[in-house]
């Protein structure tokens, strides 16, 4: 019989179905990384490229520094990927107007249709694994909908502490 409310099992049940439940999402995360689909014509792209390049899409004129921090990454890994992603035409960088010591990076319209491609390529597989669920797992996934995407919110948020 399972732990109820008051019982002294019931943290312990807690936490053992969180580290369940986060471990499934890191799997659920994986899985849809390794699909990164290689596009013809430019190849390949690392997932820190995929990832730089949609935060450069969601964010335009971000600096390195800033993509970095969003991303967690070492500035110096940041600007390597932008050099990559800059060699493949999908972004580039300009000097600030307001102070010339500042570079900011755009996505160009290639690097625009890139991150379309790829998110519509992601989206595709997972809708296409969600459709294959019985109706009350769909519903089910339907119905958490807003507690995942509070989770993802948080997880944006420098790291939690406690």
């Given at each position: 019989m399972g732990a109820t409310a008051g019982d002294p099992q019931a943290p312990a049940l807690e936490d053992a179905v969180q580290q369940r439940l986060a471990m499934t999402l890191r799997e659920i995360a994986w899985a849809i990384h390794r699909r990164a689909p290689e596009r013809a014509d430019v190849g390949p792209i690392p997932t820190t490229e995929i990832a730089l390049l949609k935060q450069v899409v969601d964010v335009p004129g971000s600096t390195v520094g800033e993509l970095a921090r969003a991303l967690g990454l070492q500035q110096s890994n940041t600007s390597a990927a932008l050099r990559s992603l800059g060699d493949r035409g999908l972004v580039e960088r300009a000097t600030s107007a307001e102070d010339r010591r500042v570079v900011r990076v755009w996505a160009t319209p290639n690097g625009v249709a890139e991150h379309e491609a790829i998110a519509e390529a992601w989206t595709t597989d997972?809708?296409?694994?969600?459709?294959?669920?019985?109706a009350d797992e769909r519903e089910a996934l339907e119905s958490v909908a807003p507690a995942l995407a509070h989770v993802r919110e948080l997880l944006r948020q420098p790291p939690l502490v406690g």
């Open positions: 997972v809708v296409r694994a969600i459709g294959a669920l019985p």
